[in-house]
């Protein structure tokens, strides 16, 4: 009976582990030089971790996948890992938080059961003591730097979680209620607008250009905090936070759009968040989670992080060049010249070519080369055919050398 895969999950392919280990090697690369340190957490973690003082929204926690974990007559429960930064951050306050800065990155995979994903994979960086603006420009640079080098052009969108959960506070809702709200004005909800006017005109008066706004950049946050300042005055601080992070991206030549409906959650996002788009399809976000340690027994510390969806990535880019590729056959004794067979195959792979020996299925044609080795008398001779129809027989060692640098030239 065929099994199938489970459903939600995806297989990984030869030519998709191409593209895989490319963006993770890019993203490695460029996270290393700017002074970040691998780490990796568990695929498990307490289920106490996520549900702590609302580090996950119940929508969430509904989603993640659990279970007892059975300890003698009691059990833990615990989950799938389904988010990369709350584990992090625990790593952070059981490990690093002597450090007065901590740049941490990882490629990890998360679990939830929603729609057609159930295991995605991640590339995160992590930003632990960074202050603000400084942290958020960090961290949006170096993902612009990670999408050049994959030659991905993405829109940088921005937004401002405190200043959306701050409007929201103004109406004196319930705690429901407020959640409710703030996902109403994230999915860009007009009608957001009119029900709360009657509460609070000066909170709908904000809403509404909050809402009507696309593609604004720096120009568009000093009107906002000029408005701010006349009619919520405690709230301006949070346009000037985003002003500040806009001016920096403006001076580093990066493009960007100020979004409020960004359309997503933020659970435990404190400050300026970030999204990241190529076309219509959202590959990455973050943002600033000042809250986020204490709620896990640490003190508190900035911080800011971002993730970029490597499954999503996968889909824009093309695989680099393959390097060629050299059939070997051997027609010499295996018992006396096997040492000579697998040094003339090392030697090639460390010249940079890729070898396969024959073992009597492989097809001439899916090569770029194929090699043949034999003996006359006691020499060593060599016969080599090339994709285009090239033969040359009874070559050398050196002359081979030659011939396949020279077809590789000319490729």
């Not at 971790?49 to 993640?64: E, K, Q």
């Not at 250009?209 to 919520?232: D, I």
């Amino acid at each position: 009976m065929k099994v199938p895969r489970c459903k939600g999950t995806r297989d990984l392919l030869p030519q998709d582990m191409v593209l895989f280990r490319q963006i993770e090697e890019v993203f490695r690369s460029c996270c290393q030089s700017w002074g970040y340190r691998e780490i990796r957490t568990p695929t498990l973690e307490y289920l106490h971790l996520f549900t702590s003082a609302g580090t996950l929204s119940p929508a969430r926690l509904s989603r993640v996948y659990s279970f007892l974990d059975w300890d003698g007559w009691s059990g833990e429960r615990v989950v799938l890992r389904p988010d990369g930064t709350i584990p992090t951050a625990r790593l952070y306050v059981e490990n690093l938080s002597h450090l007065p800065l901590a740049r941490l990155f990882y490629v990890e995979n998360t679990f939830s059961f929603e729609g057609e994903e159930r295991e995605r994979w991640q590339c995160g960086a992590e930003l632990i003591g960074g202050s603000e603006p400084q942290g958020e420009a960090e961290l949006l640079m170096l993902t612009q730097e990670i999408l050049n080098r994959l030659e991905l052009r993405a829109e940088f969108r921005l937004s401002h979680l405190g200043l959306l959960r701050g409007l929201v506070e103004e109406l004196a809702l319930g705690k429901e209620e407020e959640a409710d709200l703030l996902q109403q004005i994230l999915q860009g909800d007009g009608d957001v607008v009119d029900r709360v006017r009657s509460r609070s005109p000066e909170v709908a008066e904000v809403l509404s250009l909050l809402l009507n706004v696309r593609k604004a950049a720096h120009g568009f946050l000093e009107n906002l905090k000029g408005l701010l300042f006349s009619t919520l005055p405690h709230l301006a601080r949070y346009a000037a936070d985003l002003a500040q992070v806009a001016k920096l991206l403006d001076q580093a030549g990066a493009a960007y759009q100020v979004d409020f409906a960004l359309g997503q959650e933020f659970e435990y996002y404190t400050g300026t968040v970030f999204q990241f788009r190529a076309g219509t399809e959202v590959v990455g976000g973050g943002g600033r989670y000042d809250e986020l340690i204490p709620l896990i027994g640490g003190r508190k510390v900035p911080a800011a992080g971002f993730a970029l969806y490597l499954d999503r990535l996968m889909n824009f880019l093309q695989p680099p060049p393959e390097a060629e590729r050299i059939l070997l056959r051997s027609h010499l004794t295996f018992g006396e010249d096997a040492g000579v067979t697998f040094e003339f195959a090392r030697r090639l792979r460390s010249e940079g070519w890729v070898v396969e020996l024959e073992a009597g299925a492989l097809e001439a044609a899916d090569f770029d080369w194929v090699v043949c080795l034999k003996r006359q008398g006691e020499e060593l001779l060599f016969d080599l055919q090339g994709k285009a129809g090239q033969e040359w027989k009874g070559l050398s060692l050196a002359e081979t050398l030659e011939k396949l640098k020279e077809g590789h030239k000319r490729a």
